[in-house]
């Protein structure tokens, strides 16, 4: 059976590909997926993911910086890659509380500049309009009314690593989509399986987070796109819907928020 599956989340351009990289999409691509993005997390990993993406007509990228890197933020090195043509989205940006500092001065000065930088790249986003690819840990309330408070649905975009909390899922209305990854077949993986079937099927994606979050039973190796299709078997397990059924969906899906991917297949 003949594969199709984009992988709309992995961090190709980091150093944990940095020997091997071009084996890594060469096995993917064998395997059936046909498609990658890799978002923006810290600036000085672009020259890598553009190289990639000029180097493959399967590959596109995203500018943003990751809560984690808030600190290099700087809106002119967004304006500066975003109409490369192989440029589709901005992120992965968002608020990401996981980590905050333990005295309370530093925690709130922390958390005030997550969510400055945060609305700095959704109104970046509907400048140029380009999908958000947005990063929510530990955040949820604060980051849902920061999308709807500066009219994220302008663009939409996908909540990457969906965190399977239900107050996030009132947004695929403002046209986000859910970013379903390795996660999902972790066994102890309860409540994202109970909120599965919650979300709008139009709104599913499949993503990988390479080189992290490595699904079952490969986890604790290195992550890569190839392993997409034991996220797609056990969606459809869950889901109780034909494994080429959520190939289908969710590569449309894919090309319907990222329209590079129309592009190539």
Same mark, same amino acid.
């Given at each position: 059976?003949?594969?199709? +599956? ?22 993917? #691509? ?23 993406? /000029?180097?493959?007509? /399967? ?19 967004? !304006? ?14 968002? #608020? ?16 005030? $500049? ?15 309009? @380009? ?17 709807? !408070? ?53 709104? #599913? $994606? ?17 992550? !890569? ?11 459809? /397990? ?5 494994? @080429? /059924?959520?190939?289908? +969906? ?8 990222? @329209? ?6």
């Amino acid at each position: 059976m003949f594969i199709i +599956i984009i992988d709309t989340h992995c961090h190709l351009d980091t150093s944990a590909y940095y020997d091997d990289v071009d084996q890594v999409i060469q096995n993917a #691509l064998e395997k059936g997926v046909k498609g990658f993005l890799i978002p923006g997390a810290d600036f000085k990993d672009l020259p890598q993911a553009i190289k990639l993406a /000029e180097k493959y007509d /399967e590959v596109f990228f995203a500018v943003g910086i990751h809560p984690y890197d808030i600190k290099s933020y700087d809106e002119t090195v967004l !304006e500066k890659y975003i109409n490369h043509p192989k440029c589709i989205a901005v992120g992965e940006c968002g #608020l990401d509380y996981y980590r905050l500092p333990e005295d309370e001065e530093e925690k709130t000065k922390e958390i005030a $500049l997550q969510k400055e930088v945060f609305i700095s790249q959704v109104k970046f986003a509907k400048k140029v309009n @380009k999908p958000l690819i947005v990063h929510i840990r530990e955040a949820s309330n604060d980051s849902r009314n920061i999308l709807e !408070e500066y009219n994220a649905k302008e663009v939409g975009g996908v909540l990457h690593c969906y965190n399977a909390s239900e107050h996030l899922l009132p947004l695929a209305e403002h046209g986000f989509y859910f970013g379903i990854g390795g996660v999902l077949t972790f066994k102890n993986t309860r409540k994202l399986v109970e909120v599965l079937p919650k979300i709008p099927q139009d709104k #599913l $994606l499949i993503e990988t987070d390479g080189p992290y979050l490595t699904p079952h039973p490969f986890r604790g190796k290195r992550n !890569e796109p190839a392993y997409t299709s034991y996220i797609a078997t056990k969606m459809s /397990e869950i889901l109780e819907i034909d494994e @080429k /059924e959520i190939e289908n +969906i969710t590569t449309n899906n894919a090309k319907a928020l990222f @329209k590079g991917f129309s592009n190539i297949f």
